[in-house]
């Protein structure tokens, strides 16, 4: 009799985390694109804020924040 309404339980518990589940991703969604926004508005402000590169290691820099802003907004658009 115990073992039985122990496995009730779990079986409920399964049954609710999987409702659960279902549920969460949509919460996860809204708060990935409000992080993923917040860093681009970051990576724009750091270009806007480099100005025109000087030498060779600046303009690395550069390219590499571009290439992160790419990826961010691309990321943007797919969720």
Do not use: Y
């Not at 991703?25 to 993923?36: F, N, Q, S, T, V």
């Amino acid at each position: 009799m115990g073992s039985h309404s122990g496995s009730e339980g779990w079986n409920a518990l399964v049954d609710e985390l999987k409702q659960l589940e279902t549920f969460f991703p949509l919460l996860g969604i809204a708060d990935e694109r409000e992080e993923i926004q917040e860093e681009i508005r970051e990576l724009e402000d750091l270009i806007a804020a480099a100005g025109a590169p000087d030498d060779e290691q600046s303009l690395r820099a550069l390219n590499f924040l571009q290439a992160e802003l790419a990826h961010k907004r691309l990321i943007l658009a797919r969720l």
